[in-house]
């Protein structure tokens, strides 16, 4: 099972970084591992909704995942419903955000997945997890770019 932790620090107020992050419809924007993605229930981030959000490495995929709970401001986790076009057999992750003065925050990308077999022999952790680590620490910087411009 692979598990990666990822912190960026972001000169912008927690609120500014939380929108942005928990729209799906822009994730797009800052994560290198997507293209889109959509509310599939309850159009925000709440306990229990739903979203989809799709990507490209070598070939298209789509992920469909639950929150399993949100605590406004400070952190949410979620769960791998289905993966569709990846051998991904379980997943689930959190974002915890820590205010750090009015106008800073640090994001904190914490997640675990697992491949289906005999993908998970072959690939996982030895590969996987630097991979994921490194896709998810640019994505990170990515964010901080785009929030950082979009608040001066």
């Known amino acids: 099972?692979?598990?990666?932790?990822?912190?960026?620090?972001?000169?912008?107020?927690?609120?500014s970084v939380w929108a942005l992050m928990q729209d799906p419809a822009r994730r797009g924007e800052w994560d290198f591992r997507v293209t889109g993605g959509r509310f599939t229930k309850d159009g925000h981030p709440t306990k229990g909704a739903t979203f989809t959000v799709g990507g490209r490495m070598v070939w298209g995929y789509r992920f469909d995942m639950e929150y399993l709970a949100v605590q406004p401001l400070r952190q949410t986790v979620v769960r791998l419903v289905e993966a569709h076009g990846l051998p991904?057999?379980?997943g689930a992750g959190s974002w915890t955000y820590l205010r750090d003065g009015a106008d800073r925050t640090v994001v904190r990308s914490a997640f675990r997945f697992e491949l289906k077999k005999?993908?998970?022999?072959?690939?996982?952790?030895w590969l996987m997890t630097p991979v994921m680590y490194w896709i998810t620490k640019r994505s990170l910087k990515r964010l901080k770019r785009l929030i950082e411009r979009e608040n001066f």
């Open 1 to 15: 099972m692979a598990r990666v932790t990822c912190e960026v620090e972001i000169n912008a107020p927690v609120e």
């Open 88 to 90: 991904i057999a379980s």
């Open 118 to 125: 005999p993908w998970s022999w072959l690939f996982d952790p």
